[in-house]
């Protein structure tokens, strides 16, 4: 039997498709330029359309609308603060033979890295939403992103589990209606966990957020000038939640 050879090619794109990837890029590098530098109310069509010497109309070429290009940014944040945490996963755990302390400290202190460094995008994905993002709870696009950023964490805290599991609360100890939720988000997930694992989860999620984000928002300026000796002592505290033991490291 012969092979048809040019089934076997890859097309390559056509240059006109390449030309629209990459103007489709320069939109959203475009608009997030603008969030970072004038804040999200700057964002508009005409200033992104004004920055790179087109149109406002010929934007629409590219994005239905505004609330299309703003959930596609919003798509591009949380798949890029969930590559860098999981880089920094994979890292600590080459570097450490797999040590899940390491690994989730790592994960802990990129998240809060990545959120110093990215202030206006993180208010974007995690501070008062825009008013145009309130409706778009059910973007495919962004909910897909969004699932990225949280697996990191819950696929690490699931191999936590597997490998050494940690007491967690009895169904029975829970608050029916919490216990509710917490299975419906559990099976969502198509996690084979109890439910009292997952109440440890969003116990530790919470710990983490609110410490970033307190300091991201800069509620901490009344008392500390460098958080970071506040954030190993709250990762200290979370390690045992988990039943993982974590001494506070040297800031200075």
């Known amino acids: 039997m012969f092979r048809n050879r040019e089934a076997d090619v890859v097309q390559a794109p056509s240059r006109r498709a390449r030309v629209r990837a990459a103007t489709t890029e320069e939109i959203k590098q475009t608009a997030r330029r603008i969030l970072v530098g004038q804040g999200p109310a700057a964002m508009t069509l005409r200033a992104i359309a004004r920055d790179m010497g087109m149109t406002a109309p010929a934007i629409y070429r590219y994005f239905d609308s505004h609330e299309d290009l703003l959930g596609h940014v919003v798509a591009d944040i949380f798949s890029e603060i969930a590559a860098e945490i999981r880089a920094a996963i994979v890292t600590a755990g080459g570097a450490s033979n797999g040590d899940m302390t390491a690994k989730l400290v790592a994960a802990c202190r990129q998240f809060r890295s990545w959120a110093l460094d990215h202030r206006a995008e993180f208010g974007l994905l995690f501070g008062t939403p825009l008013p145009s993002l309130e409706g778009m709870h059910d973007d495919a696009t962004i909910n897909e992103c969004a699932a990225k950023f949280s697996g990191v964490f819950f696929a690490l805290f699931l ?94």
């Open 159 to 252: 191999e936590l589990w597997l490998r050494h599991p940690f007491p967690v609360p009895a169904p029975d100890e829970i608050d029916p209606g919490l216990r509710a939720q917490l299975e419906r988000y559990r099976d969502g997930l198509g996690a084979d966990l109890p439910v009292g694992a997952m109440v440890v989860f969003l116990r530790c999620w919470m710990r983490l957020y609110g410490a970033v984000s307190l300091e991201v928002f800069g509620h901490l300026h009344f008392a500390l000038d460098d958080a970071a000796p506040m954030f190993e002592i709250m990762l200290s505290e979370l390690a045992p939640m988990v039943g993982l033991a974590y001494s506070p490291a040297p800031t200075a």
